[in-house]
């Protein structure tokens, strides 16, 4: 990715940078590795069931996570605006696994992309700066798996709760 004077503090505001705050040596690491890509509104992103190769960071646009029922309806998981600098398909950076959800341009996007095998070799050639971010990375995956369990907790309840009432209801 071409460094503009613009790059830097963009890339400053991104979650994902924050523990490399007030060092701008590592972000133009980072920024080094970026590509950037643009997509149209209606373009899907990634696809679920892929294998992922690298994540995003939503410069510009706002895209739609899709997930879908078990009758392959899709259905919308999250709304993610530029403004607020989200990260998504974090999971490939650190797995080969397919992807969880899909994730489509609601309008023209603008998204650098942080391929695995750059981000490793960051990590390999610098490793201060690769722990700081594979240390983010991790923070945000542990939160997505304790949404999850809990999500996943209220789901199990409801069902117990729903089998109970039938069960006195039935007697």
Known sequence: MRITPETLPLLGAFPL??????????????????????????DQ??????????????????????????????????VLDSAEHPL????????????IATVEA??????????????????DQHPRVGLALLRHVAHLLAGHLQKTNRDVLHLFEALVLEIEQKAVGGR
């Open 17 to 42: 940078t924050a523990p490399l705050a007030g060092d701008p040596a590592a972000l133009e690491l980072l920024a080094g590795i970026l590509e950037e890509r643009r997509y149209r509104a209606g």
């Open 88 to 99: 998504f398909g974090e999971v490939a950076l650190v797995g080969d696994g397919e992807r």
């Open 45 to 78: 992103i990634v696809h679920k069931g892929e294998r992922g190769d690298c994540a995003f960071l939503l410069v510009d646009g706002e895209v739609e996570v899709l997930d879908y029922t078990m009758d392959r309806e899709p259905y919308t998981r999250a």
């Open 106 to 123: 609601r309008t023209n996007c603008l998204c650098w992309v942080l391929r695995r095998e750059a981000f490793e070799r960051l990590g």
